[in-house]
């Protein structure tokens, strides 16, 4: 009979583990699939910044403002007032600015909540690990720790942790 229990205890403990690293995998599939969105959320905000941040005609040169004068509307004169961007653009580079801004909180919170997902995963496998050696190592010898040797592969379970060890 105690043979039979620690072979469920054995067969519980390995399973529980193998919950919690497909687990622990889908969250880290998860963050992989969160880089390209906030790269694209990164390259659009800093694209906006750019385009608001560019520097206005230099006006140094004899040529540029030879040009100038003899195309000098009121148009003209409030476009480089304005620093050379147009009214219309700088709103919507700002709208622009305000939507990556919003998405980047927004993606920081969903990066957040997975890393805390994955913390609070590893805690669990740790407590399983430590639980499985308190209850399996008074109980395994040396052949009883087949099953759960790392260098055997059951093809159910593509990883095994060898309890005896930890």
Not at 116 to 127: D, I, Q, S
Not at 142 to 166: I, K
């Amino acid at each position: 009979m105690e043979g039979e229990e620690e072979k469920k205890l054995k067969e519980e403990t390995k399973y529980k583990i193998f919950q919690i690293y497909k687990d622990f995998l889908t969250g880290v599939a998860k963050l992989d699939e969160l880089v390209p969105v906030g790269g694209r959320l990164l390259t659009g905000f800093q694209q906006g910044l750019e385009f608001l941040l560019r520097p206005p005609i230099k006006k140094t040169s004899k040529l540029i403002e030879n040009i100038l004068k003899a195309n000098e509307t009121k148009r003209l004169k409030s476009y480089l007032e304005a620093g050379c961007i147009n009214s219309h653009d700088r709103v919507e580079n700002t709208s622009k600015l305000h939507t990556c801004l919003h998405g980047l909180h927004d993606h920081l919170i969903k990066v957040k909540s997975i890393l805390n997902e994955l913390e609070c995963l590893l805690g669990v496998a740790t407590t399983a690990l430590q639980m499985a050696n308190e209850h399996l190592s008074p109980l395994m010898d040396m052949e009883s720790v087949v099953g759960l040797d790392p260098q055997e592969s059951s093809g159910e379970v593509g990883f095994m942790f060898q309890l005896s060890s930890l």
